[in-house]
């Protein structure tokens, strides 16, 4: 035991992501952005990540009751914050998020503190497709390139010749039309 008085607080990490009504302007949608942290930051939560309300078209139509009318959005400002706070903390946060007539939906997770934003991945393409000989690119290499069949019993091979490679790669394209003005 300990003999000073000290409350351990255990706060995790949530992410909050939020719509805001359309019929705001963006430097609305920014301040009631900035509303939300600060009262994120009042009840002792800290912030980890956040990315800026910006004008989103809805994957579907959502609809909420303003002043006891359904009201239809299509579109609206989409942001979230990665913050850490403690559990309890959290319900008062969305009490004052239900009652607000400017925020359409919202959604309030558990998560880690490490970046989770996911990133296309570049692609990759073989050597052996970019290996060149001394008359431009091969037939086999060409077909490496352009190939797109992943069916094992194909009943027709697409015919791919170097005038179609000039479209996938124009250096290639290049190099077979210097070689062939100097013959």
């Known amino acids: 035991m300990t003999d000073n008085n000290e409350t351990i607080v255990d706060n995790r990490v949530y992410e909050i992501s939020f719509i805001f009504d359309n019929k705001l302007d963006e430097g609305a949608a920014l301040k009631k952005a900035d509303t939300l942290k600060q009262s994120i930051a009042t009840l002792g939560g800290s912030f980890i990540s956040e990315e800026a309300p910006y004008m989103r078209e809805l994957a579907y139509e959502m609809i909420k009751v303003q002043n006891n009318i359904n009201v239809r959005f299509n579109e609206g400002y989409f942001g979230w ?3 850490e706070l403690s559990g309890d903390k959290v319900k008062e946060l969305e009490k004052g998020l239900k009652v607000d ?3 359409v939906r919202y959604l309030v997770v558990k998560t880690v503190a490490e970046n989770t934003v996911y990133t296309k991945r570049a692609p990759v393409i073989k050597a052996e ?5 001394e ?5 086999e290499a060409v077909a490496a390139l352009v190939n797109i069949d992943t069916t094992k019993d194909a009943d027709i091979a697409p015919a791919v010749t170097s005038e179609a490679v000039a479209e996938v790669t124009p250096e290639i394209a290049v190099e077979t039309v210097a070689s062939e003005e100097t013959k």
């Open 81 to 83: 914050i990665k913050f």
């Open 101 to 103: 007539e400017e925020v």
């Open 129 to 133: 497709a970019l290996a060149l000989n």
């Open 135 to 139: 008359d431009g690119p091969t037939d």
